[in-house]
């Protein structure tokens, strides 16, 4: 099994929905991350928690929120989806302070129409 | 002005060449200068990492650091077809601690 995991592989979805992007770890790490990747821009961290009890905007967590539910599980919900949104989205995780060598899941592809 | 700048590419070289991919930063407060690699539809795993400025090789590839120009580099030897992947550039340091700043990726394909 993958150490990081995310799920669902791929997704289309409306305008306006809610949807949900889960990430599960096996690695025990602390700390995990949501970004986001589009062409010509790379990654952009969305949110980031170093622990089950901390939660942390990035630079883009406008129209995303999070939930981390146990150390190894963080959810990423785009609570009104619109196209912009459209990306692939990954979960990453650390057991670093200085986030040396991300664990990174295989990435969910969104698309909004 | 993004912190961190590097150019996409794509960049396309014959087997055996020599490879070399750049990025530059804003921010004086990075140590941690890394490389990822990501293949097709996969996660971008880590290269290699070095801590401020000064060389770092293993194998094939050596990783440069020049704080003063706030430039680094990936220099990339005797390019095989199995390099063919997106490269990304990444730091952390001073506030930033915790968490990576990306760059753009850099899409290298190598013929063979």
């Known amino acids: 099994d993958a150490d990081v995991t995310q799920t669902p592989r791929n997704r289309i979805t409306k305008t306006g929905k809610r949807i949900m992007l889960e990430c599960s770890q096996t690695k025990g790490h602390d700390r995990m991350y949501w970004y986001r990747q589009d062409p010509g821009l790379g990654l952009r961290l969305i949110y980031y928690?170093?622990?089950?009890?901390?939660?942390n905007k990035g630079e883009i967590s406008d129209g995303y929120s999070v939930s981390r539910q146990a150390q190894a599980k963080f959810s990423l919900s785009l609570e009104s989806a619109i196209p912009n949104q459209t990306a692939l989205y990954f979960c990453a995780t650390s057991d670093d302070d200085r986030a040396l060598g991300y664990t990174f899941g295989s990435g969910t592809r969104l698309t909004v129409v | 002005q993004k912190e961190v700048e590097q150019d996409p590419g794509p960049l396309s070289v014959p087997e055996g060449a020599i490879v070399s991919l750049n990025c530059t930063y804003s921010n004086s407060a990075f140590q941690y200068f890394m490389w990822y690699r990501q293949y097709s539809r996969k996660g971008p795993e880590l290269l290699m990492y070095t801590y401020s400025s000064g060389n770092k090789e293993d194998g094939r590839f050596t990783a440069q650091v020049d704080k003063s120009s706030k430039y680094i580099s990936l220099f990339i030897r005797d390019s095989q077809p199995s390099d063919s992947a997106t490269y990304l550039c990444a730091m952390t340091g001073g506030t930033s601690y915790g968490k990576l700043t990306f760059g753009q990726g850099t899409i290298l394909t190598v013929h063979p």
């Open positions: 928690s170093f622990d089950v009890k901390d939660i």
